[in-house]
């Protein structure tokens, strides 16, 4: 005789064997997996963070012994650096996955446009507004020592000149901070984040090998248009040839030696290493200018606030990028991968080129030192600001995803099952048929 109820605790006792060894393999899976010891979990996490890391201790450490660094920089070292730095970017250089990006092609230029145009013309003109830098004011005030300030006046035509210091720091400052808003996007920060994300890696690899080429070029005009300097004259020309010397030709040497037989294993084999030797070049750069600029005194008026308050003012400027970028994705209708590629790269700089700018451009050693001290903060602010954004995008999608797909097997499921009990109420109405 048919037994519904024994058919139902069979079925039971077979899921709870089934829960039962599911249970006990997750029990052996986790006693069989080896505990990570300490310093290996340490390694790992200063390998993950060695640029910030290394950036906030050489910039320390330039700041309060600035022996070593003054003392390197006497030699062409940040030439050096930067050659290496970029010869290092060429032979890192993946051309083989960008031809999907072509199919992209609406967000690519929307992307360029950006990134070469729209983001440093915002960033520039905003910050002029900023009261940066010592101002000169005229004291004709008299008291007690009215004989001194007459024969002073006399001596400087009547009046007393006096510089009153901005909370915000010096004149430098505003120029390091318009200087790293004109430089194209991250040259693999970005990709890695876009990937993160789950956006269009592709088109992101393909815009910044497209913005880092086209910035040679566009870069001193873009300063020579948008930016002014008392006292100092930027010639353009020379400007471009030491970007083509020091950017583009190890850029295109290091590409050229990926197809020598041999440097593509080798770069595979020890990749790790040669990435903490490119981002140890790139810390090198500032660390330079920050020692020569704190031998000479430069940093004596840069308070707390100020870099507070310029760490807060790039952080803002990035979300307006990031704001304003998104509106325009979402208006031309283009696919959520290019919009996160979009969103996540074109509102990113730089920190190379900014400072290899800024290394090349005709200011003291001194001057260059404070202008990258805010590129520095600026940079591993958006940094940090930006892998917070990525992976709560990222959890709110999946978040969304499992929800979606939860909802879809509930109704799958009650549909089956309303199915069944038709089919049970049919049964039921046949056996009672047949025993009447």
């Not at 808003?181 to 970005?190: D, E, K, L, R």
């Not at 873009?222 to 002014?228: A, G, Q, R």
């Not at 020692?291 to 507070?308: C, H, P, R, W, Y």
């Amino acid at each position: 005789m048919w037994d519904p109820f024994a058919i139902s605790q069979s079925k039971m006792a077979s899921d709870s064997d089934i829960l039962t060894n599911d249970l006990e393999e997750e029990q052996e899976v986790s006693v069989t997996l080896p505990k990570v010891p300490l310093y290996k979990r340490a390694l790992n996490f200063l390998f993950k963070n060695y640029l910030p890391i290394g950036l906030i201790f050489l910039v320390f450490f330039g700041i309060l012994v600035p022996a070593p660094g003054v003392f390197l920089s006497k030699y062409p070292t940040h030439y050096i650096c930067i050659v290496g730095l970029f010869l290092h970017s060429g032979i890192k250089l993946r051309t083989g996955e960008i031809k999907d990006a072509f199919r992209a092609y609406k967000a690519l230029l929307l992307q360029i446009i950006i990134i070469m145009f729209l983001t440093p013309l915002i960033g520039v003109k905003l910050t002029e507004l900023l009261p940066f830098g010592g101002r000169v004011e005229k004291d004709f005030s008299n008291g007690q020592n009215g004989t001194m300030n007459s024969t002073r006046e006399k001596m400087n035509d009547s009046h007393v000149e006096k510089t009153v210091h901005s909370v915000l720091g010096p004149e430098a400052f505003r120029t390091g901070i318009q200087m790293y808003f004109i430089v194209p996007c991250t040259i693999s920060a970005g990709v890695v984040l876009v990937g993160q994300a789950g956006g269009n890696a592709a088109l992101a690899l393909m815009t910044t090998v497209i913005c880092n080429l086209m910035a040679v070029f566009t870069v001193p005009l873009m300063i020579k248009w948008l930016m002014s300097f008392e006292g100092v004259k930027i010639d353009i020309v020379q400007l471009l040839i030491k970007l083509i010397l020091t950017v583009l030709v190890p850029l295109l040497v290091g590409k050229g030696m990926r197809y020598i037989p041999k440097v593509k294993p080798f770069v595979k084999k020890f990749s790790n290493t040669l990435k903490i030797l490119s981002i140890t070049l790139l810390i090198m750069v500032p660390w330079l200018k920050v020692s020569v600029s704190s031998q000479q005194g430069a940093f004596n008026d840069v308070t707390i606030g100020g870099i507070f308050a310029i760490l807060g003012w790039g952080l803002f400027l990035h979300l307006v990028f990031m704001g304003l970028i998104l509106a325009v994705s979402l208006l031309l209708c283009i696919e959520k991968p290019a919009v996160k590629c979009l969103v996540i790269l074109a509102s990113q700089k730089s920190l190379t080129v900014a400072v290899t700018v800024v290394a090349l451009l005709p200011f003291t050693g001194a001057e260059q030192g404070i202008m990258a001290l805010p590129m520095i903060i600026i940079h591993l602010g958006i940094l940090v600001l930006d892998s917070v954004i990525v992976t709560i995008w990222h959890n709110w999608e999946m978040k969304r995803k499992i929800i979606r797909e939860t909802s879809g097997e509930v109704i799958m499921k009650s549909s089956d099952e309303s199915d069944q009990c038709l089919e049970e109420n049919d049964e039921g109405k046949y056996v009672e048929i047949a025993l009447n």
